[in-house]
C-alpha cells in the first residue's frame, strides 16, 4: 500500500505534489484528459494554491521522463512479441509497437509530467 507522503502517492493518486490533497490532472483517466478537456492539467493545486508550471518551460524536462517510459515499455512489449512469436517479421513488430505507442501515449504524458513534477516537488505536511 502506497503512503500519503510518498512520491510514489502522488503519482499514482493524481495528487499535488505539495499537499497530497488536490488533483493535479482535471480528470483521474489519463484518456478523458486527453480527448475531452482543453486544458489538460490545473494550473495550480485548489487546496494549497501550489503553481504547478514551476517556471517557463518547465515541462520540457516531463519530455526525457516520456522518452524513458516509452523505451521500457518497447522493450518489454518487443521481447514479449519475439518470444511468444517465433516466426514474426520485423516489419509485423514494428507496426505492432507503433500502434502500441500511439495508443499508450495518454497514459504515457499523464505519468511523465507527474513524475517530473514530484523530482521537483517535496510533500509537505499540511495537517
Known amino acids: 500500500m502506497v503512503k500519503k507522503g510518498s512520491k510514489s502517492y502522488s503519482i499514482l493518486y493524481n495528487k499535488c505534489p505539495k499537499c ?3 488533483k493535479f490532472w482535471h480528470k483521474n483517466n489519463p484518456y478523458l484528459n486527453i480527448l475531452k478537456d482543453n ?3 490545473n ?3 485548489n487546496r ?4 504547478y508550471e514551476i517556471e517557463p518551460g518547465f515541462w520540457f524536462g516531463a519530455m526525457y521522463v516520456s522518452y524513458g517510459i516509452a523505451v521500457v ?5 518487443g521481447v514479449s512479441l519475439v518470444s511468444l512469436f517465433k516466426d514474426i517479421e520485423i516489419l ?4 505492432v509497437l507503433s500502434i502500441l ?6 497514459l504515457n504524458h499523464f505519468f511523465s509530467r507527474l513524475i517530473w513534477i ?3 516537488v517535496d510533500y509537505i505536511d499540511s495537517n
Do not use: Y
Request: charged share 15%.
Open 20 to 22: 497530497h490533497r488536490g
Open 39 to 41: 486544458k489538460l492539467t
Open 43 to 45: 494550473d495550480h493545486c
Open 48 to 51: 494549497c494554491k501550489f503553481k
Open 73 to 77: 515499455f518497447l522493450i518489454i512489449f
Open 92 to 95: 509485423t513488430i514494428v507496426s
Open 101 to 106: 505507442v500511439v495508443i499508450l501515449a495518454p
Open 118 to 120: 514530484n523530482i521537483f
